[in-house]
């Protein structure tokens, strides 16, 4: 029998490998996720708004939508660019680039 993460680890892989977004849906992603991650800050920590904030001012003539922003931080951290912080008094998720990506 399988250790529950390792288990957890290919459900995963398999799930991430069924989704074929459509190619439209893939130009667009690829280049809101190649901006992500050009804005993330490597020395502190930041919040999935001051990430639609960066991304407003960056290009004023694109909108940005909240949850689709979260997803994409969100899978920055399943491929190790990003690190999730534990909520310390406020009720908002803070990110942090991970040591590996800062190099």
């Known amino acids: 029998m399988e250790p529950i993460p390792a288990f957890r680890k290919r459900s995963q892989e398999q799930r991430d490998s069924e989704i074929k977004p459509e190619p439209s849906t893939i130009q667009d992603a690829g280049n809101t996720f190649e901006i992500i991650q050009t804005l993330i800050p490597p020395d502190r920590p930041f919040t999935v708004a001051d990430m639609i904030g960066w991304l407003r001012s960056t290009h004023p ?32 998720s803070r990110w942090v680039a991970s040591e590996a990506y800062k190099t």
Request: aromatic share 10%.
């Open 61 to 92: 003539e694109r909108i940005f939508n909240e949850a689709t922003i979260r997803v994409y931080v969100s899978r920055l951290c399943s491929r190790g660019v990003v690190m999730k912080l534990p909520k310390y008094g406020s009720n908002c």
